[in-house]
């Protein structure tokens, strides 16, 4: 009766994520179409502009990601994290002081050597499969 119930429990929430993960799909499909058609409005492309379509990217990598091998990498909000302040920076450079500039550029380094970190942690403590788990 155990097994039965936490076998529903779990079908239920993979259910919930795939919408969820499936919503997350659409909604940057969408704003990935805005930015788009907004570009073509006004006949120009800022690096601002390519940027959020980078953005926009990542997220779908991230989902396409999860649902081929059902993990979420911490890596790709790492991606996200370090595109979106460079966004950030490239726009309001102008009317940031130079404290700001030296906040944001210091926590996409951070970021940066989390993304390092990360990846050294995988090359020398790799993860074992659960399939060669005895």
Request: avoid cysteine; proline fraction near 2%.
């Amino acid at each position: 009766m155990g097994t039965q119930i936490k076998s529903a429990n779990m079908r239920l929430l993979s259910f919930v994520e795939n919408i969820g993960l499936l919503a997350i799909a659409i909604a940057t499909v969408i704003a990935m179409g805005v930015e788009i058609m907004t570009m073509a409005r006004e006949a120009r492309v800022s690096l601002a502009d390519l940027l959020m379509l980078f953005l926009y990217m990542e997220v779908l990598a991230m989902v396409g990601h999860h649902y081929s091998t059902g993990k979420m990498p911490v890596r790709f909000p790492l991606y996200i994290g370090m595109v979106a302040l460079a966004r950030y920076l490239i726009l309001d450079i102008k009317e940031m002081d130079d404290w700001r500039i030296l906040a944001v550029s210091g926590a996409i380094l951070l970021l940066t050597l989390a993304v390092l970190l990360i990846r050294m942690g995988h090359v020398r403590y790799p993860y074992v499969d659960d399939q060669n788990k005895s």
